[in-house]
């Protein structure tokens, strides 16, 4: 069954340094989202993208964030100098439609120190 | 923007029925949907309301009120592998999902 992977699992890293999340979205998927879930809150939405194009994003989503889709396959998200809030789990999510199932990659944990 | 409201934390014995509320607040509005997330678990996806009405996908069935900006979701004959978190989630924009608060659900033998 096709799936959404994500790399790394899990990422540890010294505040300030940039950070690069990857994510393989299920192959004939349109449409991507980036989410965060801080442990044991909600899960928050970051951005979402088509078409090579951010479609929607949230006030989280700030200047220190990226988004980039370098070839067909791979799909990710950077920061660039990290803050100890942005310790999170971070979730990637594709869908062929506007409406319905966003399925979603295990994640990525990232630990800021 | 959007909001969402759900309760916290219900409790329900193994094999009763159990309903989750979910209230929205959304400029934009284009379906209501339910995902699962076991604890340390990506979310999946449980079912997608446009419409007002009742929607059954075996044991959970999902109900939308738009005039009222609130929906459900409903679990019946609970198992012990139904403990979980459940998050409604609105469709609010061109390509936005905005998820819930969170509801931990604990079922009990």
């Known amino acids: 069954e096709p799936e959404v992977t994500q790399t790394p699992s899990h990422q540890v890293t010294q505040m300030g340094q940039e950070v690069i999340l990857r994510c393989v979205p299920i192959s004939n998927h349109l449409y991507f989202y980036w989410y965060r879930q801080i442990l044991g809150q909600k899960v928050e939405f970051l951005v979402s993208f088509y078409n090579n194009e951010i479609s929607e994003k949230s006030e989280i989503f700030d200047d220190q964030f990226s988004v980039e889709r370098p070839d067909g396959s791979n799909f990710t998200l950077k920061i660039r100098s990290t803050k100890l809030e942005d310790s999170a789990m971070y979730f990637c999510a594709s869908t062929d439609s506007l409406t319905g199932e966003l399925f979603f990659g295990e994640g990525s944990r990232l630990t800021v120190l | 923007g959007q909001s969402l409201e759900q309760p916290s934390e219900v409790t329900a014995v193994e094999g009763a029925i159990v309903q989750i509320n979910c209230t929205y607040q959304?400029?934009?509005?284009?379906?209501l949907s339910w995902y699962q997330q076991h604890d340390g678990g990506a979310p999946t996806f449980l079912s997608y309301n446009a419409l007002d009405g009742l929607e059954e996908t075996g044991r959970f069935s999902s109900f939308l009120s738009r005039s009222d900006s609130y929906g459900y979701l409903l679990l019946q004959e609970l198992q012990m592998k139904d403990s979980a978190s459940y998050f409604c989630?609105?469709?609010?924009?061109?390509?936005?999902?905005?998820f819930g608060t969170g509801t931990k659900l604990q079922v009990i033998p």
């Open positions: 989630a609105v469709h609010g924009g061109y390509q936005k999902v905005t």
């Open positions: 959304t400029s934009g509005f284009y379906g």
